[in-house]
């Protein structure tokens, strides 16, 4: 399960229970065709209070892929991923993934333990 909520300069996606890579694919995509997407400046990934995540390596490509591509229309997003270190492997999976797209123009992206870091980060200029 997933909830969406917009903020002022961001989106964030909070995850619940047992999430399916499908369900992390619908949630990103969601947002391209939202108007507030051109002043987007973070992406904010939820992960602290997920059961089990299932995502296969094909989801995370699509993500990517995606990402990659709306990050030509607007290349000023961050994205902060958060969530517990026993979740680490798939996430960082994911993490991995981005970071090679980055030099094709991608966003950063971060992994972190806990909230108070993922502010930090997002802040800073």
């Known amino acids: 399960m997933v909830t969406v909520k917009w903020h002022e300069q ?6 619940f229970g047992s999430v399916r890579g499908e369900e992390i694919v619908n949630a990103s995509t969601g947002i391209y065709s939202d108007p507030r997407f051109d002043d987007l400046r973070y992406k904010l990934c939820d992960f602290l209070n997920v059961d089990d ?11 990517v892929c995606q990402h990659a591509a709306a990050a030509h229309t607007n290349p000023d997003i961050k994205i902060a991923v958060v969530g517990k270190k026993s979740d680490f492997d798939k996430l960082l999976l994911l993490i991995e993934r981005f970071r090679n797209y ?17 502010w930090a980060w997002l802040n800073a200029e």
């Open 102 to 118: 980055e030099s094709r123009g991608s966003w950063p992206i971060e992994l972190f333990e806990d909230m108070p870091s993922v």
């Open 10 to 15: 961001g989106v964030s996606w909070t995850y």
């Open 53 to 63: 995540i299932n995502v296969t390596v094909s989801e995370i490509d699509k993500i």
